[in-house]
């Protein structure tokens, strides 16, 4: 599975207004992913990280996520715009879920 493959699952949305989708994050999600990551440390106090504690490079995540693409078996699942070049205009992404498989 390549970065940024894999299949769409759109949400219909209510009143013909389109609803996010689930796809695989790629590296080009990197900075818009940060963010959210970044926004969630700050609203709670539930997460495994502070808000000072994340490393707060955008090259790094996109580098972690290029790895996690090549791998074959882990992927981070984002919710929001189809496309990454989008997420800056259209409200950024609304959620994510990170999926590690096991090394060999």
Do not use: H, W
């Not at 209510?14 to 818009?32: E, S, Y």
């Not at 502070?50 to 992927?75: H, I, K």
């Amino acid at each position: 599975m390549g970065a940024g493959a894999g299949k769409d699952v759109t949400d219909p949305g209510t009143a013909g207004v389109p609803g996010p989708r689930l796809r695989v994050a790629g590296p080009g999600d990197a900075a818009a992913l940060l963010r959210l990551k970044q926004r969630l440390d700050q609203e709670t106090s539930f997460m495994l990280l502070e808000a000072s504690e994340r490393d707060a490079s955008v090259p790094s995540l996109a580098q972690e996520l290029e790895g996690m693409a090549r791998s074959g078996n882990s992927a981070v699942i984002v919710a929001g715009p189809a496309a990454p070049k989008t997420c800056g205009q259209r409200g950024g992404l609304l959620g994510y879920g990170p999926a590690g498989g096991r090394t060999r």
